[in-house]
């Protein structure tokens, strides 16, 4: 893919109109903005939220804007939801869901182990790329509420989802102590999500000038992603115990 600079800095382009399995099976819920059935308000609450969410980001998303846009009063959304906290976590936990599931369909279209972690690892930017509001909300710990078992259970997922990267793929993983496959991970997800934020705040520029004409932020990504891929250790016997 080649890249393109904007306002908000590099991009990756040729994914904007390319959307895998998991984000068109969610297209099914009803267009945000037209007024809801009854007993489908929650629905269109979270229809209306996440339009706002891409449009306007999280700054704009409030109860009574989400109400507004989803045609009902502003005091009828807090049966379902109670506040915006509540609100935003539930749709934090559908953002969640979304990204376990192209976590594991982009691994899931490579036949090589070795190659199924960089996949993994490429398909956590595009997901940053082309959700940014919905990525940036995922992680905004202090707007959400981590107790509501929705929000919870997806983030659980997309936990194992990334746990599933480090490990696809490396012999050693069986013998290594439990301390460097924690180092592992965080590692993997340090590198996927520092590159992510980068992207997303138009700060990888800098180093996009440092590389030959012709080359983009997809180049640099795969060969970081291929790097941390091809490393491999062998983890010596746990020391006795005196």
């Known amino acids: 893919m080649k890249t393109e600079t904007g306002s908000g800095g590099e991009r990756i382009s040729g994914e904007e109109n390319r959307s895998p399995p998991a984000a068109r099976a969610t297209r099914g819920r009803k267009k945000a903005g037209r007024p809801y059935h009854h007993g489908a308000l929650r629905e269109a609450m979270l229809d209306a939220a996440e339009e706002i969410l891409a449009k306007e980001g999280i700054n704009g998303l409030t109860l009574r804007a989400a109400a507004r846009k989803a045609g009902a009063s502003h005091a009828a959304p807090k049966n379902h939801f109670g506040d915006l906290t509540g609100l935003l976590s539930e749709l934090a936990s559908i953002g969640f869901r979304r990204f376990s599931a192209e976590l594991r369909a982009a691994a899931a279209a490579e036949t090589d182990p070795d190659r199924r972690g960089v996949a993994r690892g490429m398909a956590y930017v595009h997901f940053a790329e082309r959700h940014p509001g919905m990525f940036q909300l995922m992680f905004r710990s202090e707007r959400l509420d981590p107790s509501r078992a929705a929000l919870r259970e997806a983030m659980d997922d997309a936990a194992q989802a990334l746990a599933e990267t480090v ?76």
Not at 211 to 232: C, F, I, N, V
């Open 167 to 242: 490990e696809e793929g490396r012999e050693e993983s069986a013998d290594a102590p439990p301390l460097a496959k924690a180092a592992r991970m965080a590692a993997a997800w340090s590198l996927v999500h520092g590159f992510s934020m980068l992207l997303l705040d138009g700060r990888i520029q800098a180093i996009m000038r440092q590389l030959p004409a012709g080359l983009g932020t997809e180049d640099l990504l795969t060969e970081m992603l291929a790097a941390r891929s091809s490393e491999k250790r062998v983890y010596p016997p746990p020391s006795p115990r005196a």
